[in-house]
């Protein structure tokens, strides 16, 4: 009933704006539009700062570049930025990936904001981009304003607007693997003072691993609405509905990654997918007091639920026959029924004003966040192993040269049954001062008061139970940038940050959060007529209370390992003469553990100065397209390569991912304005590769060569 609820008031929601949508283009709203009002929407957090002037790197992935290169999920527009390395997907079944080397907690989606609101937290699935206007990537300490988070940066989606100009699209791709795709976008005006948007997708896809394939359905439909002249108030509505195998990849049989096709699944086909739903809600007002002040007020609120059955090989190596036998894989059979619940509410007041001879730049706001979290998860689990001993029943092996589908016992033991509540608030200031023309300052700050309540259900209710802890942290950040000339500045900020950890003690104990510091150092280049823009960077970056094993109590954590990362990065994105166009990204993270410790998940020693899981020291792309006439229409050609070096593929054990080097081509032809026909294909050389790795025998394989074809139609 919940999740029928959900989908027919995101159907509602959707038939209305596509009943609404067609009025303003058939016909005008009373009889004409005297005037197309235009509106601009600010974004919180950001102030009226341009970004050249803004002392941290910043790097845009506009909407149309993702169109152009046939990208379609989160995680593959942020191959594009500079130091972002995948993580660990949790089986294909979310966005995972750290920045400047440094991820979240392992046990969630990696956060990213929507709108400047947090879109990461829950169990929402992989991330579309059908309905992405630019995805800004913002390095370096960012929690003096949103807060909690990572300090390698933040990633924040603007999504696309409702417009008082009548104009929409539709295209249908189709490619490798049946892999099936279409797309709807249309908006317009309503009344002279409402417009309204619709951006929805349907993909029906198929896999290069056996026997998987995947559906997913998403909307967004939004409405803007003009008050006043002053005033304008905006809903924005998420609805997700995916169906996606739960997949771990392939093993390494004896260490070698390529003693199995990189199609071999090794889980259950019986299983069936894994279910997610998403039903959220984002409102905006803004309200201009004058030309130099503006107030916002927001609220969002978002559900997501994620149900099914998982087969996975098992990691434990007192269970797990493939060590002696390199050929028969235990496996753990498990059944997840996770449910969050998020709600956020903030204001902001934004705008210049002068002193003396010095003009600031200052926000300030407050926020609150509640997220609840709701998971179950039974499971199966296969006995110990002998070596030498029989490959009974009790194991749920599968013969990973010969599989052989269909035992799938029935999970019964509890591993998780909990309910945690997450409240807390806080308040921010930041003022970028303006000493001259050429040199500015930025001092800011964020005080926060975060609780947690987790409750396990499989135990009685306690002076432990449920646990409650609660953290007060401030987050100072400073910067400052000169401009050299009216094309080049120099730049350097510092920030502090925190993150809170998951989970709790052997004592009963919540962790403390992570806490971090950061500095970084730069130089940005924007050419007077913004064809041109790039920005090099230098950051160094510390963090602690990272969790690690409890030497004393097996199968616990506890809070006191530290991490370090330091590196360079490098943007270019350039229109050149002769209708050319490039973007490149270079980066060199060094990314390792600060202290010994000993690995949460295995026990494993790990050594100062070993390198973080899944980070790279070295990723870079370079994509060139050139733009032309052909007859009446318009053509453009281009391609693009992208390295990314080896890297760790499992914490405390000396097992590398190599590295790659794919290859990328791309032509597209309008015979008409309205009319594209467009082809991509990726991994031309159908390189054999590996996305990233939790432990030798979780290892996600990269997807071979792919072509796909697309049509698409606008007005």
């Known amino acids: 009933m919940y999740v029928t609820n959900r989908f027919r008031l995101a159907l509602a929601a959707t038939a209305a704006c596509v009943a609404l949508a067609p009025v303003a283009i058939a016909q005008p709203v009373d009889g004409a539009l005297d005037e197309i009002i235009v509106v601009g929407q600010r974004q919180a957090y950001r102030g009226d700062v341009a970004l050249k002037e803004t002392p941290q790197a910043i790097q845009v992935l506009d909407g149309a570049l993702l169109q152009d290169l046939g990208i379609t999920k989160l995680e593959g527009a942020l191959e594009l930025a500079s130091g972002i390395a995948k993580q660990n997907n949790f089986g294909g079944l979310w966005d995972s990936f750290a920045v400047r080397g440094f991820a979240g907690d392992e046990n969630f989606p990696s956060g990213f904001l929507v709108n400047g609101f947090n879109g990461g937290r829950g169990y929402g699935g992989p991330r579309d981009a059908s309905n992405v206007e630019r995805i800004e990537v913002l390095k370096g300490p960012n929690s003096a304003l949103f807060g909690r988070g990572e300090p390698g940066g933040t990633v924040n989606i603007i999504t696309k607007k409702p417009e008082f100009k009548t104009k929409g699209s539709v295209a249908a791709s189709a490619g490798s693997y049946d892999t099936y ?25 198929g896999s290069f691993r056996d026997t998987l394939d995947s559906k997913k359905l998403v909307a967004s439909p939004s409405i803007l609405a003009v008050l006043t002249e002053d005033t304008t108030v905006s809903y924005e509505m998420e609805y997700v509905n995916q169906k996606v195998p739960f997949d771990r990849g392939i093993v390494a049989v004896n ?43 927001g609220g969002s609120y978002k ?26 894989l235990s496996r753990q059979r498990r059944q997840r029924d996770y449910d969050t ?17 010095l003009t600031h730049h200052l926000i300030t706001g407050a926020d609150w966040d509640k997220f609840n979290i709701d998971t179950l998860q039974l499971r199966y689990r296969p006995g110990a192993y002998t070596a030498g001993g029989a490959i009974t029943t009790g194991l749920n092996a599968i013969d990973v040269f010969n599989p052989t589908y269909g035992n799938r016992p029935t999970p019964t033991a509890t591993v998780t049954n909990t309910y945690e509540k997450q409240d807390a608030w806080g308040i921010y200031l930041q003022d970028q001062i303006d000493i001259t023309e050429q040199f500015k300052i930025r001092f800011g700050g964020r005080y926060d008061d975060f609780k947690r309540n987790l409750h396990d259900r499989a135990l009685p209710v306690s002076a432990t139970n449920p646990k409650v802890r609660s953290y007060k942290e401030f987050s100072p950040q400073a910067g400052l940038v000169y401009n050299v000339t009216e094309e080049v500045s120099f730049y350097a900020g510092y920030g502090k940050g925190f993150r809170p950890n998951s989970g709790a003690s052997a004592a009963g104990v919540l962790f403390e959060p992570e806490k971090s510091k950061s500095y970084e ?39 006191v390992g530290s991490a370090r990362s330091k590196g360079l990065e490098f943007d270019l994105n350039a229109k050149l003469p002769a209708d050319m166009r490039v973007f490149a990204t270079y980066a060199y993270t060094d990314a390792e553990v600060a202290e010994d410790y000993r690995d949460p998940n295995f026990n494993l020693s790990v050594l100062e100065g070993s ?42 054990v000396n097992f590398y991912l190599p590295s790659y080097t794919l290859v990328k081509l791309q032509a597209s032809y309008e ?17 054999r590769y590996y996305a990233s790795s939790y432990a030798r025998l979780w290892v996600a394989p990269g997807t071979p060569r792919t072509v796909t074809g697309r049509v698409s139609y606008s007005f």
């Not at 920005?535 to 409890?550: E, I, P, R």
């Not at 390198?611 to 053509?635: Q, S, W, Y």
């Open 181 to 205: 795709r279409v797309e709807g976008d249309i908006t317009g005006p309503v009344t002279k003072s409402i417009a309204v948007r619709l951006n929805a997708a349907y993909e029906d896809a």
């Open 255 to 297: 260490g070698d990654l390529g003693a199995l096709p990189i199609s071999r699944f090794l889980g259950e086909p019986g299983d069936g997918p894994i279910e997610i739903d998403v039903l959220g809600h984002q409102v905006q007002l803004q309200h201009d007091l004058n030309d130099n002040w503006a107030v916002l007020l």
């Open 303 to 328: 559900e997501t639920s994620f149900e099914g059955i998982s087969t996975e090989a098992e990691l434990a190596g007192g269970r797990q026959p493939l060590n002696s036998t390199n050929r028969f």
């Open 341 to 357: 619940e998020h709600a956020v509410v903030r204001a902001e007041l934004s705008g210049t004003f002068n002193t003396g001879g």
């Open 521 to 559: 150092v730069g130089a940005k280049y924007e050419s007077e007529d913004g064809n041109l823009n790039s920005t090099v960077s230098l950051f160094t970056m510390k963090k602690t209370n990272v969790l690690t094993a409890d030497p004393t109590n097996a199968n616990f954590s506890i809070a």
């Open 611 to 652: 390198p973080l899981i899944n980070v790279p020291k070295h990723t870079a792309n370079l994509m060139l397209f050139k733009d032309f006439e052909v007859g009446t229409g318009t053509a453009s050609v281009g391609g693009g390569i992208n390295h990314v070096s080896k890297r760790l593929g499992e914490t405390g």
């Open 671 to 687: 015979p008409l304005e309205q009319v594209k026909l467009s082809v991509d294909v990726n991994n031309l050389f159908d390189k």
